[in-house]
């Protein structure tokens, strides 16, 4: 973060804690009018507060490709043509929250990372690991080449999320909002799973259904639970 600017016309607790919060964390605060706020956040629903960020340097596959600790597999989530700043940051939130070890965005045909994303994501954006390439088929090739197992979702494919062993190293690979998968990233693909549909609509949303996968895949990694049984009770009938 670079700075923090706070409109000289607000002053209450609130921004006054922020204010000490700020200077405790070595952040550097500047007092301005409420009109250049405005001038700088290009919007006047900034409530008086906007901090200005570097530029944000993005990572590269091999930056993602950390050793794991013995019995834990990596995932990765690569998206494909997401143009939806909206729904890149509802994707980076729940990466986020399902412990996606990465997001892998293309150069081309993808949102940029912009304050949307970031106020979509809830702050998210600023936690998960985002490698930004130039190719996303040769990006999926060097995971391949690593033993990472490349799964595309597709309302065609086949099996069901569910029906799929998450306990590997995997990079889930999402489509556009319209169309779906490029064909190129289709044929990478090692699965193509689908989510079953039980109503007219033949697919959900892609943020939604790239929900509905990562808690999957985090719900099979989960430890199994400890069970402790508990001595039964003998049950008494009427009258005893």
């Given amino acids: 973060m670079d700075h923090v600017s706070v409109a000289r016309e607000r002053r ?14 070595g952040v550097r605060v500047s007092i301005e009018p409420k009109d250049q706020l405005t001038r700088l956040a290009k919007t006047d629903a900034h409530q008086g507060v906007i901090a200005l960020v ?33 729904n890149l940051g509802a994707l980076i939130r729940t ?88 064909d190129l990233v289709k044929k990478t693909c090692d699965h193509l799973l689908r989510i079953p549909m039980a109503g007219m609509v033949s697919s959900l949303n892609v943020s939604v259904a790239g929900a509905v996968v990562m808690y999957e895949a985090m719900r099979q990694r989960r430890p199994a639970p400890i069970v402790v049984e508990k001595p039964k009770k003998k049950l008494k009938g009427l009258g005893s």
């Fill in 12 to 25: 209450d607790d609130r921004l006054e804690g922020l204010i000490q919060l700020c200077r405790a964390n």
């Fill in 54 to 86: 570097k530029e944000r340097e993005f990572l590269t596959v091999e930056d993602l490709m950390r050793p794991k600790p013995a019995g834990e597999y990596r995932f990765f989530l690569a998206l494909d043509g997401v143009e939806d700043p909206h």
């Fill in 95 to 182: 990466a986020d929250g399902a412990g996606v070890d990465g997001v892998i965005l293309p150069e081309r045909r993808s949102a940029p990372v912009t304050g949307t994303v970031a106020k979509t994501s809830a702050g998210a954006s600023e936690h998960v690991k985002i490698a930004r390439v130039t190719n996303l088929v040769r990006s999926l090739e060097q995971l391949k080449a690593k033993n990472v197992w490349v799964l595309g979702l597709d309302e065609r494919g086949s099996p069901d999320y569910m029906d799929f062993d998450f306990k590997t190293d995997c990079v889930l690979v999402l489509g556009s909002e319209g169309s779906g998968l490029h």
